[in-house]
């Protein structure tokens, strides 16, 4: 397994988390894969579909090398740092830097209001794209789009059919499919995944249909 090491610089920094824990990567390219789930505490987005609003507050606060020795503990080399909106705290970024350099794969989730630049470009970089349905998309950064490479992704999570067709402007704008893996995720509840499964095929869209995987398997049980 990886070996925790934190720089000097990183010892000091102290982050609010929500939970660590471990279970099957429900979401993204890396759906199925073991890993370790940091979750930072805080998001100044309220989108109307969040399921994991229990994440907007409380917490407490971790240092990078307490981070570390947890991560290390579940024994698993694939780490997903999630929220709330992990780059809402400052200390993400060394938070991520200090995870490459221990040796773990590292996959950021991020609601795409943030800047990414900064992030370690070692780090894969899920980025939402905020459709009309979540209440959101006024606070898409779209700047984000042209820092983004083949080692990241975009999700669009999707309420309806209009929200399916402001994807379908964004694909065709942005070019996003050349620029990486696109994922279409449905809101559950709200759109049947056969119903975007049956889009998707018509219009031959060159994207992912993600459903999550995890609430498949064990429902919406937070920390899943």
Same mark, same amino acid.
């Given at each position: 397994?990886?070996?925790?090491?934190?720089?000097?610089?990183?010892?000091?920094?102290?982050?609010?988390?929500?939970?660590?824990?471990?279970?099957?990567?429900?979401?993204?390219?890396?759906?199925?894969?073991?890993?370790?789930?940091?979750?930072?505490?805080?998001?100044?987005?309220?989108?109307?579909?969040?399921?994991?609003?229990?994440?907007?507050?409380?917490?407490?606060?971790?240092?990078?090398?307490?981070?570390?020795?947890?991560?290390?503990?579940?024994?698993?080399?694939?780490?997903?740092?999630?929220?709330?909106?992990?780059?809402?705290?400052?200390?993400?970024?060394?938070? #991520?830097? &200090?995870?490459?350099? *221990?040796?773990? $794969?590292?996959?950021?989730?991020?609601?795409?209001? =943030?800047?990414? %630049? /900064?992030?370690?470009?070692?780090?894969?970089?899920?980025?939402? #794209?905020? &459709?009309?349905?979540? *209440?959101?998309? $006024?606070?898409?950064?779209?700047?984000?789009?042209? =820092?983004?490479? %083949? /080692?990241?992704?975009?999700?669009?999570?999707?309420?309806?059919?209009?929200?399916?067709?402001?994807?379908?402007?964004?694909?065709?704008?942005?070019?996003?499919?050349?620029?990486?893996?696109?994922?279409?995720?449905?809101?559950?509840?709200?759109?049947?995944?056969?119903?975007?499964?049956?889009?998707?095929?018509?219009?031959?869209?060159?994207?992912?249909?993600?459903?999550?995987?995890?609430?498949?398997?064990?429902?919406?049980?937070?920390?899943?």
């Amino acid at each position: 397994m990886p070996e925790a090491k934190v720089s000097p610089g990183a010892a000091s920094t102290r982050l609010r988390l929500t939970e660590i824990f471990c279970s099957i990567q429900g979401e993204s390219s890396r759906v199925g894969l073991p890993t370790v789930f940091v979750r930072l505490t805080g998001c100044p987005l309220r989108c109307r579909w969040c399921d994991t609003e229990y994440a907007f507050n409380g917490g407490k606060y971790w240092s990078i090398e307490e981070t570390l020795a947890e991560v290390a503990r579940h024994g698993v080399p694939t780490v997903c740092v999630t929220g709330g909106e992990p780059l809402a705290q400052k200390g993400c970024l060394a938070l #991520l830097g &200090a995870l490459c350099d *221990a040796g773990y $794969s590292v996959s950021l989730e991020t609601s795409g209001a =943030l800047d990414i %630049a /900064a992030v370690d470009p070692r780090v894969s970089r899920v980025m939402d #794209l905020k &459709a009309p349905g979540s *209440a959101e998309a $006024s606070r898409n950064r779209w700047e984000n789009i042209p =820092l983004l490479g %083949a /080692a990241d992704e975009v999700k669009i999570v999707l309420a309806n059919r209009s929200d399916y067709d402001w994807a379908v402007e964004q694909l065709d704008t942005h070019r996003l499919a050349e620029r990486c893996p696109v994922l279409l995720s449905p809101v559950q509840g709200e759109l049947d995944p056969a119903d975007l499964a049956e889009w998707i095929t018509r219009d031959r869209l060159a994207v992912r249909l993600q459903v999550q995987l995890h609430k498949v398997i064990w429902g919406n049980q937070p920390g899943r």
